[in-house]
């Protein structure tokens, strides 16, 4: 394959994609396996999970390659970018799923559960409020007992995380312009601080969860909202731990000299991801958090 | 080969169609309404309907016309106009009027249908995996209603002769009194299930943990049919309602037949049965509330549901089976009975099956251990 | 040309490795539609078991809960197994064809977009083997029923994750390759409209996938992880999983029509011999449908209880919809008149496309009636209404599409009068099979059931005769596929008198490598 910068660069056959639906083949039966208590779940799904980090890493290394080997011309630049931007759009509608159900539960399920008939003939000791206890605490067994909680506040921990994220939003900027300008160190710095801050937002949310499990009663299963809480929180902290390591691989390319001043789509791809990660949480924080 | 299939099928639509003209009466429209409400949505499909078959005609007019006349073999030469601002505009603004002609009786409907206010009485239904309960809240009783079609009618390859009201019958029909405005509160035990009268008009899903309601005034005496509309698992087909409407007089004979035999019910639960006695009444509980699952000989479905010929914990310790039958099992099909039987019936039904097929245990669970256990 | 010379110094792998590690768009095109076709037999076969079982009151053949494994299969199946990917396989091959790209934006991923589906296929046929059976609650997979299921529920919760993936991926790929690949000169408004249609459809692709997605994960931690999201004890609610899915679910009917809408309107101007008529008002009324499609979604729920006022909102809404989809349908009447018409097998499929997919919509319209639909919903009338939609639009469409551009794509042409008989007998069987199914359900008969009452006995049974019928007829399409794809006349370059898009200037069959220097549009 030449670096011909006039013809679109179009890739021989690879086998990375398959190695990638093996592997999520292979992750898939392993939490199925896991959740309906069959053997060697786990096993299955660390093996999956082994072969998706390959894939990955033999693929994007590829990408690389090509990348700086000079092979892409601005129009599979562009094709990137979209296909980033896209990608990033229906991350969101991912979340706004979540949020749905988030909004639904406060402002029309919890109330209908709290009043009129339904109240009356079904769950008559029910108070409708928010964050709620649930309708069923009373019950002695059946579905739906559960413990009394205590909803997570929003000025502790969770302020601290948004000004984490808020400033780790503002150090990969200035990588950015590090970038921009040729500044090599100033790159790798504000990369390493990202890093760092990023790590420190994780450290605090598992603390906060291990908080909630073992002090508050709040769990997955404190009704509606520990459900919402801990898979909104919860998707948000996986999505964390992926932009990071996406951050980490960028910082070691940056090192090794990867990257040019006028073509750094990988860099902007990750620090798109990384805003994306970032205005979510401002959405966690207003809705789970703080209203 | 193709030509002797065609005839073969041919031969048995041509059959098909004889046989459909041979049967006095077919449907081909709803039912004949029986409410004001079915009324007005008998006349909206139809208003409805018109409108459609009108624009079809036009559009089917056009677009054959077309076909006929403008086709190569009849040497039409091809026009290459492809655009014109005007019939654009008309043939949006057309079907948006007709739309707005539509939705006006809908909407008068609608809120007919959805004014639930000032009822005449008021009936709690309770959808469960795969019966009715009817509890008649003001005059204090309530029962299960329950496919009464005989099992050899419709299991598997059976061969019985079926009844005029195969899968359309029930043990213990509700009753409501003519006239009246009859308000009903739904919910349902386990899943979603759909409480649905054609002849009323009346289709509302039952939905677990919430209360919705609906309403019908039924003009005409008579018995109505009606079946679950909402897929609730293997035994959604044989989920019947079935509504007898009667005149006032014979309504209030009805309830007050009710409210004794419910009393009878309470009162026994102090009575010491015998054995035999508790394993007669226990064959029918048994019969009409578990064997849909555990099967007529306690054999089960493996995996889903477990045989009960030979459980160990049939054969066990009574307390554990106490617990699972009056409670259920989370996340599974095994409801809470004990809600819904009386603690007769509970104990019956449980030494019933601890004395049944190959279960040999001895034990009698008396009525009043049941009512210890729901402490 | 260089492009196409490098790749001659490439190492291709050849047999099976040919096909799994292929990045060419026709490649994968190819493979789209043939994992289509069989997913299509599967999920038809299970449809043949269900019509075996409705012949006649009783059971015959199988248990109830396996009925509803099959009905369940069979509606799954179809959407993201059958429909869906047939028409990613139409715009894997055409996208690029028809705005003279050298492929696909990002063709690796392309790649992956594509072998994900043998492993969600994997999941969802491999269901039927595990203890307790497929799926039953149906293809909609409402809460608390569906968490009640056995190991299968998580099968198929993964199978979705899995299917959701590649319907993303794909949509990225196709969206990337419509905005950054067009040849010069080819503006959005100079783009054929079956690029078009499909650069609305992937928008809606990317936007609703995900919310599937987040529905089954939040099924799926109800199941195992305690959760309460649909389970009123913890304060949640089952109809909220309804609002969620459907929100995916209106859309998604619109995913597996829009495509469908192009690959007509590529037709009947061929066959016309005469320009589409009215095109911008087609892409306003096609984006208009889509944006529609956001916001009808409860007209699945009438039945559940929603405040009167919102169903009197999703009731107007939907009803809107009748609108653009009109627009459309007139444009295609106006396209045909004062042309010079010829009726080859893509035209009558399209020209029954336009007949019977009005059919379906005029039920569709029916059913937003909301006193109407509270009679009519879970009954056979929408099992009618959606087929009319679903077999007579898309699954017409897509054999349309298919006669229409083998020649291109095999280089041969198929054989004309095996084509017509398909068509002839599939437009006679199609309609035995689901006209009478309207009468079940304004009679009563409800849907998803394995049994019913004697007065439906009739209809059911002439409706089983018209379904074997048409799944017989189906094996004809096979045999017409595999022989033009073994020989036939040689097909030209144009194929077709009236066709002049792009990839009619480029031989049949298509070669490997095609528009490496892109051509100019005037
Ligand atoms: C390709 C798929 C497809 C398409 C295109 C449509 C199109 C439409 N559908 Fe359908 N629908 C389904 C697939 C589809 N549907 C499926 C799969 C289900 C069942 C899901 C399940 O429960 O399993 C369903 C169910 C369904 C319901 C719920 C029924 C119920 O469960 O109770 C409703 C109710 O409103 C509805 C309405 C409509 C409407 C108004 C349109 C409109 O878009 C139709 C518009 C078209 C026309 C109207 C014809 C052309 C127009 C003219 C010629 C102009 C003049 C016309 C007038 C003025 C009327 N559909
Ligand atoms: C998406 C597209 C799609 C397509 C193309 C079809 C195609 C067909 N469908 Fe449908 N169907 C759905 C989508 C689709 N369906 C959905 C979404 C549901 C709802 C599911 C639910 O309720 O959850 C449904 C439900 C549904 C029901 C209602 C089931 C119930 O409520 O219990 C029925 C019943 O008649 C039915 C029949 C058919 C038939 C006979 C065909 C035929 O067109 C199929 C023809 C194809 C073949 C037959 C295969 C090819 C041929 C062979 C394999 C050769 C052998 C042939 C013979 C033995 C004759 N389908
Ligand atoms: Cu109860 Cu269906
Ligand atoms: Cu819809």
Redesign the pocket.
């Given at each position: 394959m030449s670096g011909n910068k006039d013809s679109y660069y179009l890739p021989t056959p690879s086998h990375w994609p398959i190695v990638g639906s093996l592997a999520l083949l292979t992750m898939a039966s392993g939490v199925i396996m896991m959740v309906n208590k069959i053997s060697m779940g786990g096993v299955t799904l660390l093996a999956g999970v082994a072969i998706l980090l390959f894939m990955m890493y033999g693929w994007f290394g590829e990408v690389v390659r090509e990348s700086e080997s000079g092979k892409y011309n601005k129009q599979v630049d562009k094709s990137f970018r979209l296909g980033m931007s896209w990608f990033i759009f229906s991350e969101v509608a991912f979340f706004a799923a979540f949020f749905g159900a988030l909004f639904y539960a406060r402002v029309l399920s919890v109330p209908w559960l709290g009043s009129g008939d339904t109240m009356a003939q079904l769950w008559p000791q029910f108070v409708a409020s928010w964050p709620t206890s649930s309708p069923g605490v009373e019950q002695v067994s059946g579905p739906g007992s559960m413990a009394k909680f205590t909803p997570m506040g929003a000025w502790g921990i969770p302020a601290i995380n948004t000004l984490l994220l808020l400033t780790s939003g503002a150090t990969v900027t200035w990588a950015h312009w590090g970038l921009i300008k040729n500044n090599r160190s100033q790159l790798v710095i504000g990369l390493f601080m990202t890093i760092a801050l990023a790590i420190a937002f994780i450290v605090l949310q598992a603390y906060e969860y291990h908080h909630a499990y073992t002090e508050l009663g709040l769990t997955l299963g404190a009704g509606i909202y520990g459900a919402t809480f801990f898979m909104l929180t919860g998707f948000h902290g996986f999505h964390v731990m992926l932009g990071t390591t996406m951050l980490a691989v960028i910082l070691v390319r940056s090192m090794k000299g990867h990257f040019k001043p006028d073509a750094h789509f990988g860099f902007e791809g990750v620090a798109w991801y990384w805003h994306f990660v970032d205005v979510v949480w401002l959405g966690l924080f207003v809705f789970v958090y703080w209203l | 080969m193709m030509s002797n299939l065609i005839k073969k099928i041919g031969g048995g639509l041509a059959l098909a169609m004889y046989s459909m003209l041979a049967q006095a009466e077919y449907a081909i429209n709803f039912p004949k309404p029986v409410t004001v409400i079915a009324g007005q949505i008998y006349d909206l499909h139809m208003i409805t309907m018109w409108?459609?078959v009108g624009?079809?005609v036009v559009?089917y007019g056009a677009m054959f016309y077309s076909i006929l006349k403008h086709r190569k073999s009849v040497g039409h030469k091809a026009a290459n106009f492809h655009h014109n601002t005007m019939i654009e505009i008309v043939?949006t603004t057309?079907?948006?009027l007709?739309?707005i002609g539509?939705a006006y009786p809908a909407t008068k409907s609608v809120l007919a249908m959805r004014d639930s206010s000032n009822p005449d009485m008021t009936v709690k239904i309770t959808g469960y995996q795969w019966k009715w309960e009817y509890d008649y809240q003001q005059e204090g009783f309530k029962f299960m209603s329950v496919l009464s079609t005989p099992r050899d009618q419709f299991e598997l390859k059976g061969t019985a002769a079926k009844n005029e009201n195969y899968l359309l019958e029930v043990d213990n029909p509700m009753v409501v009194p003519v006239g009246k405005k009859v308000r009903i509160l739904l919910t349902a035990n386990d899943v979603i299930h759909a409480w649905w009268v054609p002849t009323f008009g009346i289709k509302q899903d039952a939905i677990p943990g919430f209360i919705k309601d609906s309403w019908f005034k039924a003009d005409k005496a008579g018995t109505y049919r009606g079946q679950c509309a909402e897929l609730c698992g293997k035994d959604h087909g044989y989920m019947p309602i079935v509504v007898e409407v009667k005149e006032q007089a014979d309504y209030d004979k009805w309830v007050a037949e009710q409210k004794s035999k419910s009393a009878a019910a309470t009162q026994d639960t102090n009575k010491v049965y015998e054995l035999a006695e508790l394993k007669s009444i226990g064959e029918k509980v048994y019969a009409t509330n578990c064997a849909g699952c555990h099967q007529a000989k306690g054999e089960g479905m493996a995996p889903v549901f477990p045989a009960l010929d030979g459980s160990k914990m049939v054969k066990g310790p009574k307390q554990a089976q106490i617990d699972i039958v009056m409670n259920g099992k989370a996340g599974t099909a095994m409801s809470a009975f004990g809600k819904q039987l009386s603690d007769t019936d509970v104990a019956a039904v449980i030494t019933y099956t601890r004395n049944a097929w190959g279960n040999h245990t001895g034990e009698a669970i008396q009525p009043s251990e049941i009512k210890a256990s729901r402490k | 040309m260089e492009a196409v010379h490098d790749h001659g110094h490439e190492h291709h792998p050849s047999g099976i490795m040919r096909w799994v590690t292929t990045t060419n768009h026709k490649d994968i095109g190819t493979l789209y539609l043939f994992f289509s076709l069989i997913m299509f037999f599967f999920a038809g076969s299970l449809a043949m078991g269900i019509r075996a079982e409705l012949f006649q009151p009783g059971l015959q053949f199988m248990q109830p809960n396996t009925f509803n494994q099959l009905t369940t299969m069979h509606?799954l199946i179809m959407?993201f197994g059958a429909i869906m990917p047939a028409f990613v396989g139409f715009a894997n091959w055409q996208v690029p064809l028809m705005i003279g790209a050298p492929d696909m934006a990002l063709p690796r991923l392309n790649n992956w977009s594509f072998w994900l589906l043998p492993m969600a296929a994997i999941l969802l046929v491999g269901s039927f083997f595990v203890p307790g059976g497929a799926a039953a609650g149906?293809?909609?997979m409402y809460p608390p029923l569906f968490i009640q299921g056995g190991l299968s529920g998580d099968m198929t919760i993964f199978a979705v994750h899995i299917l959701g993936i590649s319907s993303i991926l794909g949509s990225i790929n196709i969206i990337t390759t419509i905005m950054n690949m067009r040849a010069p000169g080819m503006t959005y408004m100079k783009m054929p409209l079956f690029v078009w249609t499909w650069f609305i459809t992937a928008f809606l692709l990317v936007a609703v996938m995900p919310v599937l997605a987040g529905a089954v994960t939040m099924l799926l931690t109800d199941r195992h992880f305690d959760t309460h999201f649909f389970n009123a004890a913890g304060g949640g609610d089952p109809v909220m999983f309804q609002h969620i899915f459907w929100f995916f679910?209106?859309p998604e009917?619109?995913i597996?029509?829009l495509p469908?809408f192009g690959i007509v309107s590529s037709i009947i101007p061929t066959f016309a011999r005469k320009p589409l008529f009215g095109y911008a008002s087609m892409v306003y009324a096609t984006a208009s449908?889509a944006i529609l499609s956001f916001i009808?979604w409860a007209?699945?729920m009438?039945?559940v209880g929603m405040p009167t006022a919102a169903q009197l909102y999703f009731?107007y809404a939907?009803?809107l919809?009748?609108?653009p989809?009109?627009v459309?349908?007139?444009n295609w009447i106006a396209t045909m008149w004062e042309g010079s018409m010829t009726f080859e097998t893509p035209m009558l499929f399209a020209i029954a496309f336009v007949a019977l997919?009005?059919i379906?919509?005029?039920t569709?319209?029916v059913?937003?009636?909301v006193p109407v639909?509270i009679q009519?919903?879970?009954t056979y009338y929408?099992v009618a209404?959606?087929h009319y939609?679903?077999v007579s639009?898309?699954l017409f469409a897509i054999f349309a599409g298919a006669y229409y551009w083998l020649p291109k794509w095999t280089g041969h042409m198929y054989n004309e009068t095996l084509g017509k008989w398909h068509f002839w007998l599939s437009m006679i069987g199609f309609n035995i099979l689901f006209f009478p199914q309207h009468f079940l359900g304004l009679a009563g008969m409800p849907r998803r059931i394995p049994d019913y009452a004697l007065q439906f006995a009739d209809f059911n049974m002439i409706s089983s005769i018209g379904g074997f019928m048409f799944g017989a007829t189906q094996l004809l399409f096979v045999i017409v596929v595999i022989k033009c794809v073994r020989g036939g006349t040689k097909a030209t370059a144009q194929v077709w008198e009236g066709a002049d898009t792009l990839e009619w200037t480029i031989p049949s069959p298509a070669p490997y490598h095609t528009f490496a220097t892109p051509p100019v549009i005037k």
């Amino acid at each position: 394959m030449s670096g011909n910068k006039d013809s679109y660069y179009l890739p021989t056959p690879s086998h990375w994609p398959i190695v990638g639906s093996l592997a999520l083949l292979t992750m898939a039966s392993g939490v199925i396996m896991m959740v309906n208590k069959i053997s060697m779940g786990g096993v299955t799904l660390l093996a999956g999970v082994a072969i998706l980090l390959f894939m990955m890493y033999g693929w994007f290394g590829e990408v690389v390659r090509e990348s700086e080997s000079g092979k892409y011309n601005k129009q599979v630049d562009k094709s990137f970018r979209l296909g980033m931007s896209w990608f990033i759009f229906s991350e969101v509608a991912f979340f706004a799923a979540f949020f749905g159900a988030l909004f639904y539960a406060r402002v029309l399920s919890v109330p209908w559960l709290g009043s009129g008939d339904t109240m009356a003939q079904l769950w008559p000791q029910f108070v409708a409020s928010w964050p709620t206890s649930s309708p069923g605490v009373e019950q002695v067994s059946g579905p739906g007992s559960m413990a009394k909680f205590t909803p997570m506040g929003a000025w502790g921990i969770p302020a601290i995380n948004t000004l984490l994220l808020l400033t780790s939003g503002a150090t990969v900027t200035w990588a950015h312009w590090g970038l921009i300008k040729n500044n090599r160190s100033q790159l790798v710095i504000g990369l390493f601080m990202t890093i760092a801050l990023a790590i420190a937002f994780i450290v605090l949310q598992a603390y906060e969860y291990h908080h909630a499990y073992t002090e508050l009663g709040l769990t997955l299963g404190a009704g509606i909202y520990g459900a919402t809480f801990f898979m909104l929180t919860g998707f948000h902290g996986f999505h964390v731990m992926l932009g990071t390591t996406m951050l980490a691989v960028i910082l070691v390319r940056s090192m090794k000299g990867h990257f040019k001043p006028d073509a750094h789509f990988g860099f902007e791809g990750v620090a798109w991801y990384w805003h994306f990660v970032d205005v979510v949480w401002l959405g966690l924080f207003v809705f789970v958090y703080w209203l | 080969m193709m030509s002797n299939l065609i005839k073969k099928i041919g031969g048995g639509l041509a059959l098909a169609m004889y046989s459909m003209l041979a049967q006095a009466e077919y449907a081909i429209n709803f039912p004949k309404p029986v409410t004001v409400i079915a009324g007005q949505i008998y006349d909206l499909h139809m208003i409805t309907m018109w409108i459609i078959v009108g624009i079809a005609v036009v559009v089917y007019g056009a677009m054959f016309y077309s076909i006929l006349k403008h086709r190569k073999s009849v040497g039409h030469k091809a026009a290459n106009f492809h655009h014109n601002t005007m019939i654009e505009i008309v043939w949006t603004t057309i079907p948006l009027l007709i739309l707005i002609g539509m939705a006006y009786p809908a909407t008068k409907s609608v809120l007919a249908m959805r004014d639930s206010s000032n009822p005449d009485m008021t009936v709690k239904i309770t959808g469960y995996q795969w019966k009715w309960e009817y509890d008649y809240q003001q005059e204090g009783f309530k029962f299960m209603s329950v496919l009464s079609t005989p099992r050899d009618q419709f299991e598997l390859k059976g061969t019985a002769a079926k009844n005029e009201n195969y899968l359309l019958e029930v043990d213990n029909p509700m009753v409501v009194p003519v006239g009246k405005k009859v308000r009903i509160l739904l919910t349902a035990n386990d899943v979603i299930h759909a409480w649905w009268v054609p002849t009323f008009g009346i289709k509302q899903d039952a939905i677990p943990g919430f209360i919705k309601d609906s309403w019908f005034k039924a003009d005409k005496a008579g018995t109505y049919r009606g079946q679950c509309a909402e897929l609730c698992g293997k035994d959604h087909g044989y989920m019947p309602i079935v509504v007898e409407v009667k005149e006032q007089a014979d309504y209030d004979k009805w309830v007050a037949e009710q409210k004794s035999k419910s009393a009878a019910a309470t009162q026994d639960t102090n009575k010491v049965y015998e054995l035999a006695e508790l394993k007669s009444i226990g064959e029918k509980v048994y019969a009409t509330n578990c064997a849909g699952c555990h099967q007529a000989k306690g054999e089960g479905m493996a995996p889903v549901f477990p045989a009960l010929d030979g459980s160990k914990m049939v054969k066990g310790p009574k307390q554990a089976q106490i617990d699972i039958v009056m409670n259920g099992k989370a996340g599974t099909a095994m409801s809470a009975f004990g809600k819904q039987l009386s603690d007769t019936d509970v104990a019956a039904v449980i030494t019933y099956t601890r004395n049944a097929w190959g279960n040999h245990t001895g034990e009698a669970i008396q009525p009043s251990e049941i009512k210890a256990s729901r402490k | 040309m260089e492009a196409v010379h490098d790749h001659g110094h490439e190492h291709h792998p050849s047999g099976i490795m040919r096909w799994v590690t292929t990045t060419n768009h026709k490649d994968i095109g190819t493979l789209y539609l043939f994992f289509s076709l069989i997913m299509f037999f599967f999920a038809g076969s299970l449809a043949m078991g269900i019509r075996a079982e409705l012949f006649q009151p009783g059971l015959q053949f199988m248990q109830p809960n396996t009925f509803n494994q099959l009905t369940t299969m069979h509606g799954l199946i179809m959407v993201f197994g059958a429909i869906m990917p047939a028409f990613v396989g139409f715009a894997n091959w055409q996208v690029p064809l028809m705005i003279g790209a050298p492929d696909m934006a990002l063709p690796r991923l392309n790649n992956w977009s594509f072998w994900l589906l043998p492993m969600a296929a994997i999941l969802l046929v491999g269901s039927f083997f595990v203890p307790g059976g497929a799926a039953a609650g149906g293809w909609t997979m409402y809460p608390p029923l569906f968490i009640q299921g056995g190991l299968s529920g998580d099968m198929t919760i993964f199978a979705v994750h899995i299917l959701g993936i590649s319907s993303i991926l794909g949509s990225i790929n196709i969206i990337t390759t419509i905005m950054n690949m067009r040849a010069p000169g080819m503006t959005y408004m100079k783009m054929p409209l079956f690029v078009w249609t499909w650069f609305i459809t992937a928008f809606l692709l990317v936007a609703v996938m995900p919310v599937l997605a987040g529905a089954v994960t939040m099924l799926l931690t109800d199941r195992h992880f305690d959760t309460h999201f649909f389970n009123a004890a913890g304060g949640g609610d089952p109809v909220m999983f309804q609002h969620i899915f459907w929100f995916f679910g209106h859309p998604e009917v619109y995913i597996m029509i829009l495509p469908a809408f192009g690959i007509v309107s590529s037709i009947i101007p061929t066959f016309a011999r005469k320009p589409l008529f009215g095109y911008a008002s087609m892409v306003y009324a096609t984006a208009s449908i889509a944006i529609l499609s956001f916001i009808v979604w409860a007209h699945h729920m009438y039945s559940v209880g929603m405040p009167t006022a919102a169903q009197l909102y999703f009731m107007y809404a939907t009803m809107l919809i009748a609108v653009p989809t009109g627009v459309k349908v007139f444009n295609w009447i106006a396209t045909m008149w004062e042309g010079s018409m010829t009726f080859e097998t893509p035209m009558l499929f399209a020209i029954a496309f336009v007949a019977l997919f009005t059919i379906g919509g005029f039920t569709g319209i029916v059913l937003a009636v909301v006193p109407v639909d509270i009679q009519l919903q879970d009954t056979y009338y929408v099992v009618a209404h959606f087929h009319y939609v679903l077999v007579s639009g898309s699954l017409f469409a897509i054999f349309a599409g298919a006669y229409y551009w083998l020649p291109k794509w095999t280089g041969h042409m198929y054989n004309e009068t095996l084509g017509k008989w398909h068509f002839w007998l599939s437009m006679i069987g199609f309609n035995i099979l689901f006209f009478p199914q309207h009468f079940l359900g304004l009679a009563g008969m409800p849907r998803r059931i394995p049994d019913y009452a004697l007065q439906f006995a009739d209809f059911n049974m002439i409706s089983s005769i018209g379904g074997f019928m048409f799944g017989a007829t189906q094996l004809l399409f096979v045999i017409v596929v595999i022989k033009c794809v073994r020989g036939g006349t040689k097909a030209t370059a144009q194929v077709w008198e009236g066709a002049d898009t792009l990839e009619w200037t480029i031989p049949s069959p298509a070669p490997y490598h095609t528009f490496a220097t892109p051509p100019v549009i005037k």
